[in-house]
């Protein structure tokens, strides 16, 4: 008799409009229809708004895409309002440099008070077969189009790398704020490497410098202190420089 194939773990994840759970390659469907019977509903109530125009976008973990978001945003905001959000719901650990790249061209983000000299960008424009270099401040209508498929680095040094995809666009009335997560794939779960019960901490310990995951009781026995330790989190730069999770407006 042949061997079952060992399940493959299918990250899943939720609709934050309906709550219900969906495994990875099902929710886009999901999210189309559960948006339709949203929106009809607003309709209904029969608030007289401008039309606007969103992109919703698949983010996920180009090295480990277990980690996954839909997103939609309006097209009148920029890519700096999407590394903002990446930032704070991701990414940010302590004000690293980041980039989008899309098609020929590498889009930047400036740190505030701007970098030394303002001939930082045009120096690099003409680069010998290097992507041209800009700023982050234009609009993902003036970049994104349906299907493209484009990247995101966070911090040059330990890099966090995103890819990106613009599943549709879409024009509705709406109120909406610049960015609505739509869903995400559930908290996953790691086992402790000392004792096989779910692990609440990723650090570097032991005798060598690897990464592993670890309870907090075994951290207790072990007594390992905080300087080790990172917070096992729900992003793809857990584990990764400073990283601790979301940060709070
Ligand atoms: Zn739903
Ligand atoms: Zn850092
Ligand atoms: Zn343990």
Redesign the pocket.
């Known amino acids: 008799m042949p061997t079952p194939k060992p399940k493959r773990q299918m990250a899943r994840g939720s609709c934050t409009l309906c709550g219900k759970e969906f495994s990875k390659n099902k929710i886009a469907a999901h999210l189309d229809q559960c948006w339709t019977e949203l929106t009809a509903k607003e309709k209904h109530d029969g608030r007289a708004l401008a039309p606007t125009r969103f992109f919703r976008l698949l983010i996920e973990g180009r090295e480990e895409p277990k980690y996954w978001l839909h997103l939609d945003v309006r097209a009148d905001a920029t890519l700096e309002d999407l590394d903002d959000f990446l930032r704070r719901f991701w990414l940010e650990c302590c004000g690293h440099l980041s980039a989008f790249t899309i098609s020929e061209t590498r889009y930047r983000w400036e740190p505030p008070g701007g970098f030394d000299g303002d001939d930082f960008f045009d120096s690099l424009d003409d680069g010998f077969g290097m992507p041209r270099e800009v700023r982050m401040d234009i609009t993902l209508a003036e970049t994104l189009s349906p299907g493209l498929h484009f990247e995101y680095e966070y911090d040059f040094g330990d890099t966090t790398e995103l890819k990106l995809q613009v599943l549709s666009e879409h024009e509705e009335p709406t109120r909406r704020k610049n960015l609505l997560v739509l869903a995400r794939n559930e908290p996953l779960v790691s086992p402790?490497?000392?004792?096989?019960?779910p692990?609440d901490w990723i650090g570097t310990y032991g005798d060598s410098y690897e990464t592993r995951t670890?309870?907090?009781?075994?951290?207790e026995?072990k007594g390992f202190g905080d300087a080790q330790l990172l917070p096992l989190v729900n992003s793809p730069r857990t584990g990764v420089c400073a990283y601790t999770g979301v940060l709070e407006d």
């Open positions: 402790c490497l000392e004792c096989g019960q692990a670890i309870c907090d009781a075994c951290t026995k």
